[in-house]
């Protein structure tokens, strides 16, 4: 079992920046590559970028990249999301989640837990 807890979302100006944090406890993070999904009101959950076990691998949604960057700490056993350039369109819940070994790392039914989100809204 783990748990995920995800903090640093907030209203923010669009050109804006905000730092998302994940914090895990229960079974070791570093064995699990671990991600980022967003979900707007009224659209499906939609992968963000994700990142491997040792951070040699990460991959990123053509709609962030660039803007976003994902990082991991695992002495501290946390996942970060750094966004820069924020646009309206980012507005959402933004979750992290544990990665299923062998799993599609942009697709949701690929990881197992989940943490209960954070609203990041960006405004115009």
């Known amino acids: 079992q783990v748990q995920l807890v995800e903090s640093g979302g907030g209203l923010v100006q669009a050109g804006g920046s905000l730092r998302l944090s994940c914090a895990a406890s229960?079974?070791?993070?570093?064995?699990?590559?671990m991600g980022w999904f967003r979900q707007a009101p009224g659209k499906e959950r939609e992968f963000v970028a994700a990142?491997?076990?040792?951070?040699?691998?990460?991959n990123y949604a053509d709609s962030v990249k660039g803007r976003f960057t994902i990082s991991r700490d695992n002495a501290k056993s946390t996942v970060y999301l750094q966004m820069n350039s924020l646009k309206p369109e980012d507005t959402a819940v933004y979750y992290c989640?544990?990665?299923?070994?062998?799993?599609?790392?942009?697709?949701?039914?690929?990881?197992?837990?989940w943490g209960q989100g954070t609203q990041v809204t960006v405004s115009s």
């Open positions: 990142i491997s076990r040792s951070s040699t691998n990460t």
């Open positions: 229960g079974r070791t993070f570093s064995i699990f590559d």
């Open positions: 989640a544990t990665k299923r070994l062998f799993a599609t790392a942009t697709e949701a039914n690929g990881y197992d837990y």
